[in-house]
């Protein structure tokens, strides 16, 4: 089976960063390394990682002098051993059968850059209707401006080179350019919706549910008629959620 190395970037993400860990400690794939880039983090993130290693013997921790997004994601992929990547924020959760679904899919597809749906099963019904409207954005954009969730996006080492990977002057949307400019050589789709990732909705509750809507809606009509935005014209904060 084929190996696939694991970038996480964190940030302050203590009370959560154990239970992804916790989710691939469990996967029936069980052929990956895990990087785990922590941003500078004020709190506990590096220690209660460094608790997982003796179950996950193949991670590496690695501390960052700066904060970013694609400064992270950028930093693991230059880490990482092999071939097929998987991008993961600190804060989703994983069913034990994601890599084993994934990576057969993958492979089925002869896919190198691929987006997942996000899973509302664990939350409430409003919660399901927008997960359900978001995942139908996903599914129609990806035939004619490809945009992607970065919590769980899968490349390989061969487009993140040439892409030179994830642009770090794009603070919003960089995993949207990041696919967009991987589809320009590569197909580009998204997973089936049997493969799924839960994503901690605490973003939503903190920033309001339509407010946080509204702000991505935005974001993506402006780069579909005027382009990328490498000059804060929509602001957006690495970590600005509470902990």
């Known amino acids: 089976m084929k190996p696939i190395s694991i970038v996480i ?16 400690v469990g996967q029936s794939y069980r052929h990956f390394e895990v990087i785990l880039v922590d941003s500078n983090s004020d709190d506990l993130t590096l220690q209660v990682a460094k608790g997982y290693q003796a179950h996950l013997p193949d991670m590496t921790i690695h501390k960052m002098d700066q904060r970013g997004v694609s400064l992270g994601r950028n930093t693991g992929a230059a880490i990482a051993k092999h071939e097929r990547l998987l991008f993961l924020d600190a804060d989703v959760r994983l069913p034990p059968d994601f890599l084993d679904n994934a990576m057969q899919a993958l492979d089925d597809s002869k896919l190198e850059v691929a987006g997942v749906y996000r899973s509302a099963e664990h939350l409430s019904t409003k919660y399901k209707l927008g997960y359900s409207l978001f995942n139908s954005g996903l599914y129609a954009s990806q035939f004619f401006f490809p945009t992607a969730v970065g919590a769980c996006l899968f490349s390989t080492q061969r487009v993140h080179k040439e892409l030179n990977g994830f642009d770090e002057q794009i603070e919003l949307c960089e995993d949207c350019d990041y696919v967009k400019r991987a589809s320009k050589t590569w197909r580009y789709r998204m997973l089936p919706a049997s493969v799924k990732f839960e994503f901690d909705p605490r973003r939503l509750e903190q ?15 402006r780069r579909l008629f005027l382009g990328e935005m490498r000059n804060r014209e929509i602001p957006y904060q690495f970590g600005h959620y509470e902990h």
């Open 207 to 221: 920033d309001g549910y339509f407010k946080t809507g509204g702000l991505y809606l935005k974001a993506n009509l």
């Open 9 to 24: 970037i964190a940030l302050n993400e203590e009370k959560r960063i154990g239970r992804l860990l916790s989710d691939l």
